[in-house]
Structure formats: C-alpha cells, structure tokens
C-alpha cells in the first residue's frame, strides 16, 4: 500500500497530466498516478543507478513501460522542454529541490503545477515559488510513522505575482493577556500561510517539537563561551520566542 504521503501528492496531479517525478526512486508515485488514471505519460528521473534500476523493474513488472519512462539524470536535465505539465519533487531536502528548480529553470516552461514536498527547509521553497512567479496554491500537512511532512502545491497563473502579494500579506496575530504577534516576510515563508491560518493539530505539534529541537541546540551551543556561539543563541532564543508566541495565539 502507498505511504499517506505519497497518495496526497498524487491527489495533488490534475487528471490528464503528463508527469515528470524527479528523485523517483522506485518509481512509486508515477506508478500509481497511472493506474489512478491521473496521469497519461510520466517521466521518473533518477540521479543515482541503483534507485533508476529499481524504478525501470517496478514500472516493468506493472506492466507500464509504454507510459512511464526512468531515465537516468540529475533533475531536469532528464527533461525536454514542453515535455511535461506538471512536476513532483519529493522526498528530498528544500534546498536540494530549490537548487535542482533553479538548475532546470528552462524546463519549466510549459509546466503548470509544481508538487514538492521537502522534508525540512520548507522556507527555502516557499521563497524560491515566490521569487519565481509560482501562486502557492495549497499546503499540506500530515504525519505519518511519526514523521511530519508538508506538501506544497504551486501554480503557474498570469496574475500569480498579485495573488503571492496578498498571500504573504503581513499578519497581526493576537493571543491571551494582550499579546500580539507580528508576520511577515521570513516568518510566513517558514510557518506557511496557509498552515498557519489552518492551525491543524499536526501543526502544533510539529512547531512544539520544534521548539524542543531549537531548546536543545541552544543549549548545547551555550555551553561554548565565544561571541559567536553568544550570537548563535541569541538568535536561537529569538526564534525560540517567536515560534512560542505564535503557538499561544494558535491555540
Ligand atoms: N521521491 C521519492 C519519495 O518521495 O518517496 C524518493 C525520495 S528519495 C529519499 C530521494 C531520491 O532522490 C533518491 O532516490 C536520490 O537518488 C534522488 N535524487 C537526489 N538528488 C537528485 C537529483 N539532483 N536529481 C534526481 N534525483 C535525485
């Protein structure tokens, strides 16, 4: 059965695509988007060999390899222009999809929807969509074997750059005793605005876990007496601040 994960990706592919999934691995995601008949071509591209293999046996033993093609390259470069209309980037870091984004940025052209999923750096993709004229047009959020996952939906539309304005418009958020917290610019591109607005308990948790994570690192960086560790915590502590602040006007 496919992961949680990877069916709400799928669900994310408009019926009648034509699919390039990049870091396919075995090719999972692509064959059962075909089989769902979403998709009517796909591409599975693969950086490493032994991934590719895996991904050539499973599209040949589901009897695909007339609709989905692994080919061997690092990220677009496996694509022609035009070739496909959307994109699933998953599984990976959000600097590593940034970096393969902004490598292939030829590709794109033609491509209409962009399904990524990094499993941290999510502000990274944020701003890359921003940066290049993509509407963030839905997020998603959900755990799976205690694990917590974003999937980031992007479109391409003419008026994506007026829409992302009001997208990423600075947020006033309020909570007990008078407190008020500011967003804008950073802090919506790591929280996601429309996790935020949503404030799923999967949300909450994954920020309280987060916090926990932020408080260690602290720590342990405190123990070093130099003005940069100083530095680092104070940053630390800031964000610390702001991540906890937020949480009490969630909830
Ligand atoms: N996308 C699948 C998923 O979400 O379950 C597989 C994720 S797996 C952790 C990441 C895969 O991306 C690996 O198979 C790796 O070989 C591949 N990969 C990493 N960098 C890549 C790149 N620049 N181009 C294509 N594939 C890449």
Not at 72 to 87: F, R, S, T, Y
Not at 103 to 108: A, N, P, S, V
Not at 215 to 225: F, I, L, P, Y
Request: hydrophobic share 45%.
């Amino acid at each position: 059965k496919l992961s949680t994960r990877l069916t709400r990706i799928a669900e994310q592919i408009p019926a009648g695509s034509r699919l390039a999934d990049i870091g396919s691995d075995h090719a999972l995601l692509p064959v059962f988007a075909v089989r769902q008949g979403r998709v009517t071509q796909a591409v599975a591209g693969e950086v490493n060999q032994g991934p590719l293999d895996a991904a050539q046996r499973q599209v040949n033993e589901a009897g695909l390899s007339q609709v989905i093609e692994p080919r061997l390259g690092n990220g677009l470069a496996v694509l022609h222009p035009g070739e496909v209309d959307v994109i699933t980037i998953a599984g990976m870091g959000g600097a590593l999809i940034v970096t393969i984004l902004s490598e292939g940025l030829d590709k794109l052209e033609g491509v209409s929807r962009l399904i990524l999923q990094p499993n941290v750096g999510e502000e990274f993709v944020r701003r890359w969509l921003l940066e290049h004229g993509w509407f963030l047009s839905s997020e998603q959020i959900l755990e799976e074997d205690g694990r917590t996952y974003e999937i980031l939906t992007a479109d391409r539309l003419a008026d994506a750059a007026e829409r992302n304005v009001q997208l990423y418009q600075e947020r006033l958020l309020t909570g007990p005793e008078g407190l008020q917290v500011e967003l804008h610019d950073f802090s919506l591109l790591q929280f996601g605005p429309y996790l935020l607005n949503e404030a799923s308990t999967v949300f909450i948790d994954k920020w309280k876990q987060e916090i926990d994570k932020l408080e260690k690192v602290a720590a342990s960086v405190g123990r070093s007496d130099t003005d940069e560790a100083k530095l680092k915590v104070a940053a630390l502590q800031q964000q610390i601040k702001l991540v906890k602040e937020v949480l009490l006007c969630l909830q």
